[in-house]
């Protein structure tokens, strides 16, 4: 018989719209791959997407769960969780810290309890700390937490940005907005409170090496596990011959990065290849101001016309610099062939490598230099690009089995 995995994922991630439904995908076929009967769970309550049939049907048709469980309240669940929330405050217990951020009401945990009964699964995953309190103490599953992002450095390192923003679109000058040095002067440790979610876990999964090495730091208990961002190649005739693209999905981090793109490198490409074109895809807050000469914004668009674009990408661009976990946009770009121009930050996958993948650059002339150097060598961007889809095949391959940690 097969092993039994319970996965609660608070969004709908089909079709995929951010680095963490492609995150999330992945380890819902990892846990296939390594033999297991997958239950996803989630709700209406916090997913960036609507709960469709149809996302439903595609999650199990394409292979990605076995099952799929949503919780969607009703009247008398609504009241309940509004009465745990007075009885909450009158006895001052409402959540602090990091679970004030990502309610999980009284109905929620209770639907999850009933289900895990139910089914008594062999592997308990859980995604995100703010979750924590879905996993029963007493069940005598193996149980799993995917940080994704250490949440409380996230949320410090969010606000600021978020703030920043605002005072941009005020006209306020913000120098630090679009500093590349942003995070030599951040937070970066995780609070007590979310080390000691993590500590009650048999083991916690970070994203990339500097998180790892935080975690393993801070945890007494809980084994530490690094699973990176991982895809698989996508066979592709890549022309090489459109325009440069830049991937950014719905959060301010993502934001920063495109205005820093296009404040500070686009005009330095524009003054070295005038004929030059880039397109911004995605979720990003972008005014129709931020664009300029030969620069697009396109918002979201359908995967096969995401994969007409790669194709036809000389290049794919990062200019994300602050935030948390990994740049799941850069790994993808690889994938397709593309290489990859980035700046230097602790969240890029170490499939980007100078001079075989990409390029990675420390300031705003730097990656200009890199993109402008692109557009002139047909040859040499195809051969990192050749590169690039043969080292995500390897890295694919190696962990096929996705990982050990679901099989010992």
């Given at each position: 018989?097969?092993?039994?995995?319970?996965?609660?994922?608070l969004?709908?991630?089909?079709?995929?719209?951010?680095?963490?439904?492609r995150?999330?995908?992945?380890?819902?076929?990892?846990?296939?791959?390594?033999?297991h009967?997958?239950?996803?769970?989630s709700?209406?309550?916090?997913?960036?997407?609507?709960?469709?049939?149809d996302?439903?049907r595609?999650?199990?048709?394409?292979?990605?769960?076995?099952?799929?469980?949503?919780?969607?309240?009703?009247?008398?669940?609504?009241?309940?969780?509004?009465?745990?929330?007075r009885i909450?405050?009158?006895?001052?217990l409402g959540?602090?810290?990091?679970?004030?951020?990502?309610?999980?009401?009284?109905?929620?945990?209770?639907?999850?309890?009933?289900?895990?009964?139910?089914l008594?699964?062999?592997?308990?995953?859980?995604n995100?700390?703010w979750?924590?309190?879905?996993?029963?103490?007493e069940?005598?599953?193996r149980?799993?937490?995917?940080?994704?992002?250490?949440?409380?450095v996230?949320?410090?390192?969010?606000?600021?940005?978020?703030?920043?923003?605002?005072?941009?679109?005020?006209?306020?000058?913000c120098?630090?907005?679009?500093?590349?040095r942003?995070?030599?002067?951040?937070?970066t440790?995780?609070?007590?409170?979310?080390?000691?979610?993590y500590?009650?876990?048999?083991?916690?999964?970070?994203?990339?090496?500097a998180?790892?090495?935080l975690?393993?730091?801070?945890?007494?208990h809980?084994?530490?596990?690094?699973?990176g961002?991982?895809?698989e190649?996508?066979p592709a005739?890549n022309?090489?011959d459109?325009?440069f693209?830049?991937?950014a999905?719905p959060?301010p981090?993502?934001?920063?990065?495109?205005?820093?793109?296009?404040?500070?490198?686009?005009?330095?490409?524009?003054?070295?290849?005038p004929?030059?074109?880039?397109?911004?895809?995605g979720?990003?807050?972008?005014?129709d101001?931020?664009?300029?000469?030969g620069?697009?914004?396109a918002?979201?668009?359908p995967?096969?016309?995401l994969?007409?674009l790669?194709?036809?990408?000389?290049?794919a661009?990062?200019?994300?610099?602050?935030g948390?976990g990994q740049?799941?946009?850069?790994?993808?770009?690889?994938?397709?062939?593309?290489p990859?121009?980035?700046?230097?930050?602790?969240?890029l996958?170490?499939?980007?490598?100078a001079g075989?993948?990409?390029?990675i650059?420390?300031?705003?002339?730097?990656?200009?230099?890199?993109?402008?150097?692109?557009?002139?060598?047909r040859?040499?961007?195809?051969?990192?690009?050749?590169?690039?889809r043969?080292r995500?095949?390897a890295?694919?391959?190696a962990?096929?089995a996705?990982?050990?940690?679901f099989?010992?």
């Amino acid at each position: 018989m097969r092993p039994k995995a319970l996965v609660y994922f608070l969004h709908n991630p089909m079709p995929p719209r951010s680095g963490a439904h492609r995150r999330c995908l992945r380890m819902l076929r990892g846990l296939r791959e390594a033999g297991h009967h997958v239950t996803l769970a989630s709700s209406t309550l916090h997913s960036e997407t609507e709960w469709r049939r149809d996302s439903v049907r595609a999650l199990i048709d394409e292979g990605w769960a076995d099952r799929v469980e949503i919780f969607s309240p009703g009247r008398w669940e609504q009241r309940a969780d509004a009465l745990e929330r007075r009885i909450r405050r009158r006895m001052h217990l409402g959540p602090r810290g990091l679970f004030a951020e990502v309610p999980c009401p009284l109905s929620l945990r209770v639907w999850f309890g009933a289900l895990a009964a139910r089914l008594r699964p062999d592997l308990l995953l859980v995604n995100y700390a703010w979750f924590d309190q879905l996993a029963p103490p007493e069940t005598p599953a193996r149980k799993v937490i995917e940080t994704h992002d250490l949440l409380t450095v996230n949320r410090v390192l969010r606000t600021e940005v978020e703030s920043l923003l605002a005072a941009h679109a005020r006209g306020e000058p913000c120098p630090r907005l679009l500093d590349e040095r942003f995070m030599d002067h951040a937070h970066t440790a995780p609070a007590p409170d979310e080390l000691e979610v993590y500590d009650r876990y048999d083991d916690t999964i970070a994203i990339s090496p500097a998180e790892e090495t935080l975690l393993r730091a801070g945890l007494r208990h809980s084994r530490v596990c690094r699973i990176g961002v991982t895809e698989e190649p996508r066979p592709a005739a890549n022309t090489r011959d459109g325009a440069f693209l830049l991937a950014a999905g719905p959060n301010p981090f993502n934001t920063q990065a495109c205005l820093y793109f296009a404040r500070k490198v686009w005009p330095l490409v524009r003054r070295a290849c005038p004929s030059a074109r880039a397109i911004i895809v995605g979720g990003a807050r972008l005014t129709d101001d931020t664009v300029g000469e030969g620069l697009e914004k396109a918002g979201f668009v359908p995967e096969a016309e995401l994969a007409r674009l790669y194709a036809a990408a000389p290049a794919a661009v990062s200019c994300v610099f602050a935030g948390t976990g990994q740049q799941v946009k850069v790994v993808e770009a690889l994938a397709h062939g593309v290489p990859v121009v980035a700046l230097r930050s602790r969240t890029l996958s170490p499939l980007l490598v100078a001079g075989a993948t990409g390029e990675i650059a420390n300031d705003a002339a730097e990656m200009a230099d890199h993109l402008a150097r692109l557009f002139d060598d047909r040859a040499r961007r195809a051969r990192l690009g050749a590169e690039a889809r043969l080292r995500v095949a390897a890295d694919s391959d190696a962990n096929r089995a996705l990982p050990a940690l679901f099989t010992r």
